[in-house]
């Protein structure tokens, strides 16, 4: 809407992520937004009793109506649904259902704001399309705001994220439609920040080409609402979702100057003052509807239609009472709108009420007369009080009818017979369209089935609700069919008993029925295969008018029974001879049937005992159906024949576990026989072979039943091969690292030939050898080790010596000495061999002296200080040796003075500095007087001499003698020392 007019409203700049900080996850701005909420400060005390309207629905259930025109448009399957978890993008590059946009969406058509043409827009969360960009700002600020280009049927902060445990399905759903003239965007029951579903807002957008009559009367935006239970989250100092600040309705250009405004809402109640005047009360929006026009460029703007009780042509019979309303809404700051109305074609027109202002209303009604039976416009106008003033137009066409002439009629039908239009039954002139009313008050579809429809009285209405309703009533009667059943076939054996027909007559026969013969002669109803006749056998039923008499036929056929014995069961030994079956049958079977054997498969009927299965045989008969297939059985038993099982050989070393013989002869040996040992003797079948010998063990089975007679026999000869008797030698058994040791197998050679593993206890891998071993030990220690021979026919046998070898390190000679270093008072030194292994010693002391002892004195001359090598070498008991030489110093400190010094500046002698060695630099300290006893210099820096100035500054002294005197401490002793002397400068 164009706004030229300025009005005092102060801009608020709008807060959003989005316009001061960057976020690369969800995570992270949802951090942002809590600490934003949090910071903000504490929202007015809002009135919390007010809730939603007496008799409103529940949360989550659309509500519309007459005086919404059925704005709201129920998302079907064209509508897509926007993914709450993965598709509100377009804003930050991650999803985002708290504060996300959608987009940009592609319009195929052209929609006009303001002077301004787009063919693309955003759907974002907070209750509002933007246009050139997408918006994501959770603050809704009062219109106009510069730089936001947008359509807000209720900006605010709109959290998609909440769960909802009562809710209905959908919840949080934002839905839209994309046709080639209109954008239909649903915000179906969303919760508000952070994720709160206690409370939940219901609305929805649509915006067209303006030529689209989705929106009436010429708009191309419309708002239309449901439920509307809040209006701010806390993100915007909201307690309970009110509060703070507040949301807004309308639309801006985003220049600062075009913009509509509806109203802005932070309060529970039904509280409206107009668009600019206090913050309104949500319920104000329930069931509301808002259609306007944004393509014009006006300095004022119409009023908008905000409620209106007629969208499309109204029918009207002669003789109602009508009773028409309309609304219109002032979008100005200030404007009044007035109502008018007008029907110059229509009688007894008239106003009802008419009230003028911010939300102008206005009723009319009218009583049709026979004269005004046809068609009629009703125009209703708002016009305010802008510059220059705008008049809104809204236009009902009316059709006023005349009603027909209906009598009654009535008919009766067999409840078997076509269905029937009842209004062919009515007389007078009953048109079609109108209303049917069963007997039991119920709505029916006009066409009466006998079959399924209640008989009765059924009412037809036309033109119900009107003084112009006909009605007419239709009689409906209903006789019962005569019904016989169906016709069927049935077939009996002679051997059946007696059985009464009707009970085998499919459907619903009816009792008391007339039976005939197959020659047509009275019959009792009840068949008896033995002495009646096959043949059609009918049963006649009886029908009262108009249904005509109902007959069923039974058709009969009987067939002759066959006798396959009786049952029998026998036991035979395989050796027995064959067998002929229907022999062993009991009874008086008939030749002519069949045997199967136990599987099912067919056979002969001759059992051969040594090679048929035994089981259960089966002689079947099979006469004519219906009579039965008949059988016997002959089940027969083999009693088993004797088996021991297969011959074996078992060859064991004599630590084997125990064997059960018995296993070694096979599956199909009899279990529980007789063993005997290599002898005779009786015995158990489980092998030791610690104590049992070489040789064939005999198994007999004896047979049992009908094979008492046989029996068979199986041998398995057992080899029982000894242990070997592990010795061997170790040489050497001790000595230094390396050390080289032979092993020496004694094992007796009647055990060898097969394998000889040595494993020598210090890693190495293990070795093959039955003769000797050379192996080197290379660290010293104490080793185990093992042989296991292996004898040709692989029985095993281990010898395993605890520490059999010993490895010592082999000698160091290494050695210290005290003090170390000697000085010129202390030069008698005391050196120490430290290796425990060393046994034997020789010192060498710079070729001074020697000694052989492991402690030993040497003293060294002091007058100058030097460096002594001494060396050391060691043996142990085993004879290994070992050398070490190292230099022994001695230190003597010594002090050099110069008496004179030339500091002339010819870079010689300019500096006089003494000279010392051996001395603690921390202890040195230079002074230097005059003759006089004046200090003309001091350092306490052995590097820093004397250039022959005041105190190294200014110019050089007079010529002549100072007197000088140095302090130093000689290295490893305790107490300084003084030294005193004279110095010549000279020029």
Same mark, same amino acid.
């Given at each position: 809407?164009?706004k030229?007019?300025?009005?005092?409203?102060?801009?608020?700049?709008?807060?959003?992520?989005?316009?001061?900080?960057?976020?690369?996850?969800?995570?992270?701005?949802?951090?942002?937004?809590? $600490?934003?909420?949090?910071?903000?400060?504490?929202?007015p005390?809002?009135?919390?009793?007010?809730?939603?309207?007496?008799?409103?629905?529940?949360?989550?259930?659309?509500?519309?109506?007459?005086?919404t025109?059925? &704005?709201?448009?129920?998302?079907?399957?064209?509508?897509?649904?926007?993914?709450n978890?993965?598709?509100?993008?377009?804003?930050?590059?991650?999803?985002?259902?708290?504060?996300?946009?959608y987009?940009?969406?592609?319009?195929?058509?052209?929609?006009?704001?303001?002077?301004?043409?787009?063919?693309?827009?955003?759907?974002?969360?907070?209750?509002?399309?933007?246009?050139? *960009?997408?918006?994501?700002?959770?603050?809704?600020?009062?219109?106009?705001?510069?730089?936001?280009v947008?359509?807000?049927?209720?900006?605010?902060?709109?959290?998609?994220?909440?769960?909802?445990?009562?809710?209905?399905?959908?919840?949080?759903?934002?839905?839209?439609?994309?046709?080639?003239?209109?954008?239909?965007?649903?915000?179906?029951?969303?919760?508000?920040?952070?994720?709160?579903?206690?409370?939940?807002n219901?609305?929805?957008?649509?915006?067209?080409?303006?030529?689209?009559?989705?929106?009436?009367?010429?708009?191309?935006?419309?708002?239309?609402?449901?439920?509307?239970?809040?209006?701010?989250g806390?993100? *915007?100092?909201?307690?309970?979702?009110?509060?703070?600040?507040?949301?807004?309705?309308?639309a801006?250009?985003?220049?600062?100057?075009?913009?509509?405004?509806?109203?802005?809402f932070?309060?529970?109640?039904?509280?409206?003052?107009?668009?600019?005047?206090?913050?309104?009360?949500?319920?104000?929006?329930?069931?509301?509807?808002?259609?306007?026009?944004?393509?014009?460029?006006?300095?004022?703007?119409?009023?908008?239609?905000s409620?209106?009780?007629?969208?499309?042509?109204?029918?009207?019979?002669?003789?109602?009472?009508?009773?028409?309303s309309?609304?219109?809404?002032?979008?100005?700051?200030?404007?009044?709108?007035?109502?008018?109305?007008?029907?110059?074609?229509?009688s *007894?027109?008239?106003?009802?009420?008419?009230?003028?202002?911010?939300?102008?209303?206005?009723?009319?009604?009218?009583?049709?007369?026979?004269?005004?039976?046809?068609?009629?416009?009703?125009?209703?106008?708002?016009?305010? *009080?802008?510059?220059?003033?705008?008049?809104?137009?809204?236009?009902?066409?009316?059709?006023?009818?005349?009603?027909?002439?209906?009598?009654?009629?009535?008919?009766?039908?067999?409840?078997?017979?076509?269905?029937?239009?009842?209004?062919?039954?009515?007389?007078?002139?009953?048109? !079609?369209?109108?209303?049917?009313?069963?007997?039991?008050?119920? !709505?029916?579809?006009?066409?009466?089935?006998?079959?399924?429809?209640?008989?009765?009285?059924?009412?037809?209405?036309?033109?119900?609700?009107?003084?112009?309703?006909?009605?007419?009533?239709?009689?409906?009667?209903?006789?019962?069919?005569?019904?016989?059943?169906?016709?069927?076939?049935?077939?009996?054996?002679?051997?059946?008993?007696?059985?009464?027909?009707?009970?085998?007559?499919?459907?619903?026969?009816?009792?008391?029925?007339?039976?005939?013969?197959?020659?047509?002669?009275?019959?009792?109803?009840?068949?008896?295969?033995?002495?009646?006749?096959a043949?059609?056998?009918?049963?006649?039923?009886?029908?009262?008018?108009?249904?005509?008499?109902?007959?069923?036929?039974?058709?009969?056929?009987?067939?002759?029974?066959?006798?396959?014995?009786?049952?029998?069961?026998?036991?035979? &030994?395989?050796?027995?001879?064959?067998?002929?079956?229907?022999d062993?049958?009991?009874?008086?079977?008939?030749?002519?049937?069949?045997?199967?054997?136990?599987?099912?498969?067919?056979?002969?009927?001759?059992?051969?005992?040594?090679?048929?299965?035994?089981?259960?045989?089966?002689?079947?008969?099979? !006469? @004519?159906?219906?009579?039965?297939?008949?059988?016997?059985?002959?089940?027969?038993?083999?009693?088993?024949?004797?088996?021991?099982?297969?011959?074996?050989?078992?060859?064991?070393?004599?630590d084997?576990?125990?064997?059960?013989?018995?296993?070694?002869?096979?599956?199909?040996?009899?279990?529980?026989?007789?063993?005997?040992?290599?002898?005779?003797?009786?015995?158990?079948?489980?092998?030791?072979?610690?104590?049992?010998?070489?040789?064939?063990?005999l198994?007999?089975?004896?047979?049992?039943?009908?094979?008492?007679?046989?029996?068979?026999?199986?041998?398995?000869?057992?080899?029982?091969?000894?242990?070997?008797?592990? @010795?061997?030698?170790?040489?050497?058994?001790?000595?230094?690292?390396?050390?080289?040791?032979?092993?020496?197998?004694?094992?007796?050679?009647?055990?060898?030939?097969?394998?000889?593993?040595?494993?020598?206890?210090?890693?190495?891998?293990?070795?093959?050898?039955?003769?000797?071993?050379?192996?080197?030990?290379?660290?010293?220690?104490?080793y185990?080790?093992?042989?296991?021979?292996?004898?040709?026919?692989?029985?095993?046998?281990? @010898?395993?010596?605890?520490?059999?070898?010993?490895?010592?390190?082999?000698?160091?000679?290494?050695?210290?000495?005290?003090?170390?270093?000697?000085?010129?008072?202390?030069?008698?030194?005391?050196?120490?061999?430290?290796?425990?292994?060393?046994?034997?010693?020789?010192?060498?002391?710079?070729?001074?002296?020697?000694?052989?002892? $492991?402690?030993?004195?040497?003293?060294?001359?002091?007058?100058?200080?030097?460096?002594?090598?001494?060396?050391?070498q060691?043996?142990?008991?085993?004879?290994?040796?070992?050398?070490?030489?190292?230099?022994?110093?001695?230190?003597?400190?010594?002090?050099?003075?110069?008496?004179?010094?030339?500091?002339?500046?010819?870079?010689?002698?300019?500096?006089?500095?003494?000279?010392?060695?051996?001395?603690?630099?921390?202890?040195?300290?230079?002074?230097?007087?005059?003759?006089?006893?004046? @200090?003309?210099?001091?350092?306490?820096?052995?590097?820093?001499?004397?250039?022959? $100035?005041?105190?190294?500054?200014?110019?050089?002294?007079?010529?002549?003698?100072?007197?000088? $005197?140095?302090?130093?401490?000689?290295?490893?002793?305790?107490?300084?020392?003084?030294?005193?002397g004279?110095?010549?400068?000279?020029?």
């Open positions: 809407m164009l030229r007019t300025l009005t005092a409203l102060s801009l608020v700049m709008v807060v959003g992520a989005d316009a001061q900080t960057t976020f690369s996850n969800a995570a992270d701005y949802d951090a942002w937004k809590a $600490r934003y909420a949090a910071s903000r400060p504490a929202p005390v809002v009135a919390t009793g007010i809730s939603r309207p007496a008799g409103a629905p529940a949360p989550g259930q659309l509500r519309g109506g007459s005086t025109c059925d &704005c709201w448009r129920q998302p079907d399957a064209t509508y897509t649904t926007i993914d978890n993965t598709e509100w993008d377009a804003a930050f590059g991650f999803n985002n259902a708290d504060d996300g946009s987009g940009p969406i592609i319009l195929p058509f052209n929609f006009q704001l303001y002077g301004q043409n787009y063919n693309q827009c955003w759907i974002n969360t907070n209750g509002n399309i933007s246009f050139g *960009n997408f918006l994501t700002s959770f603050t809704a600020n009062g219109f106009p705001v510069a730089g936001e947008l359509v807000g049927a209720f900006w605010a902060d709109v959290d998609l994220r909440g769960v909802c445990g009562g809710c209905t399905t959908p919840y949080n759903a934002v839905q839209y439609k994309v046709t080639p003239t209109a954008l239909y965007v649903n915000w179906t029951d969303v919760g508000y920040y952070s994720m709160m579903t206690d409370k939940l219901t609305f929805q957008i649509i915006i067209t080409d303006g030529l689209d009559p989705v929106i009436p009367n010429g708009g191309n935006v419309s708002f239309c609402y449901g439920d509307m239970q809040w209006t701010t806390s993100a *915007n100092s909201g307690v309970n979702g009110f509060g703070g600040n507040p949301a807004n309705v309308g801006n250009q985003g220049n600062g100057i075009d913009y509509i405004q509806f109203g802005r932070d309060q529970p109640g039904p509280a409206y003052d107009g668009p600019f005047g206090n913050n309104d009360g949500i319920d104000f929006l329930d069931n509301q509807y808002f259609s306007f026009l944004t393509d014009i460029t006006l300095a004022n703007v119409p009023p908008v239609i409620g209106q009780s007629v969208c499309d042509t109204l029918v009207v019979c002669v003789g109602d009472s009508v009773v028409l309309a609304s219109f809404l002032s979008p100005e700051p200030n404007q009044i709108t007035t109502c008018t109305a007008s029907a110059p074609t229509l *007894n027109f008239g106003i009802l009420s008419n009230t003028p202002g911010v939300n102008a209303d206005i009723t009319i009604g009218f009583l049709p007369t026979p004269a005004d039976a046809g068609f009629h416009t009703v125009t209703i106008e708002g016009t305010d *009080n802008g510059v220059p003033v705008i008049t809104s137009t809204l236009s009902i066409v009316l059709s006023i009818q005349q009603g027909a002439t209906i009598t009654p009629g009535s008919l009766t039908l067999c409840d078997n017979a076509a269905p029937v239009d009842m209004l062919t039954i009515l007389g007078g002139n009953p048109p !079609p369209g109108g209303d049917w009313t069963d007997p039991n008050g119920q !709505p029916s579809t006009g066409i009466f089935d006998p079959a399924v429809d209640v008989p009765g009285a059924y009412v037809y209405a036309y033109g119900t609700g009107s003084n112009c309703a006909s009605t007419g009533t239709a009689t409906m009667a209903v006789v019962a069919h005569a019904d016989a059943g169906q016709d069927v076939a049935l077939a009996y054996c002679t051997t059946d008993g007696t059985d009464p027909l009707f009970l085998n007559l499919p459907g619903t026969p009816q009792a008391g029925g007339s039976w005939l013969y197959p020659d047509l002669s009275p019959f009792s109803g009840t068949f008896d295969p033995a002495a009646d006749p043949g059609a056998y009918a049963y006649v039923v009886s029908g009262t008018a108009p249904c005509p008499n109902d007959t069923s036929l039974s058709t009969i056929t009987v067939q002759q029974a066959m006798d396959p014995g009786l049952a029998n069961a026998l036991t035979l &030994c395989p050796d027995a001879p064959l067998l002929d079956m229907l062993a049958l009991n009874g008086t079977p008939d030749n002519t049937g069949t045997w199967s054997a136990p599987g099912g498969t067919p056979f002969g009927g001759t059992f051969n005992p040594a090679s048929d299965a035994p089981g259960v045989y089966t002689y079947t008969t099979s !006469p @004519l159906a219906p009579c039965p297939t008949l059988n016997a059985t002959l089940t027969i038993a083999l009693d088993p024949l004797p088996k021991a099982g297969d011959d074996n050989v078992l060859t064991v070393c004599a084997a576990p125990l064997t059960d013989l018995f296993s070694l002869l096979g599956p199909d040996a009899d279990p529980n026989q007789t063993w005997s040992a290599p002898g005779g003797a009786v015995h158990s079948g489980t092998l030791n072979p610690a104590v049992d010998v070489s040789g064939p063990y198994y007999v089975s004896y047979g049992v039943g009908e094979c008492d007679h046989l029996t068979d026999s199986a041998i398995v000869d057992v080899t029982v091969n000894p242990l070997p008797i592990v @010795l061997f030698t170790v040489d050497p058994d001790s000595g230094c690292a390396p050390l080289d040791v032979v092993f020496t197998n004694l094992t007796d050679p009647i055990y060898l030939g097969n394998s000889c593993v040595w494993d020598l206890g210090d890693g190495s891998p293990a070795a093959n050898a039955c003769g000797t071993l050379a192996h080197t030990y290379v660290n010293d220690g104490w185990n080790v093992r042989l296991t021979v292996t004898t040709p026919e692989g029985c095993t046998d281990m @010898l395993l010596k605890q520490g059999a070898v010993l490895v010592q390190p082999p000698p160091k000679a290494t050695f210290t000495w005290s003090p170390n270093p000697g000085t010129d008072l202390n030069s008698n030194l005391y050196f120490a061999a430290s290796d425990p292994y060393a046994t034997e010693f020789a010192w060498d002391f710079a070729g001074e002296a020697t000694g052989t002892e $492991r402690f030993e004195y040497h003293l060294f001359e002091n007058a100058f200080g030097d460096e002594y090598e001494v060396c050391l060691v043996w142990d008991r085993y004879g290994c040796t070992d050398t070490l030489c190292q230099t022994v110093p001695i230190i003597v400190p010594s002090l050099f003075v110069p008496n004179a010094f030339t500091p002339d500046g010819d870079g010689v002698n300019e500096i006089f500095l003494p000279i010392t060695a051996d001395m603690v630099p921390e202890d040195h300290e230079l002074l230097i007087f005059d003759r006089w006893g004046q @200090l003309v210099f001091e350092s306490k820096e052995p590097t820093k001499g004397w250039d022959g $100035r005041h105190m190294n500054g200014g110019d050089i002294l007079p010529q002549g003698v100072y007197v000088w $005197r140095l302090v130093e401490r000689k290295a490893f002793t305790a107490d300084k020392q003084d030294w005193f004279t110095v010549t400068l000279l020029k």
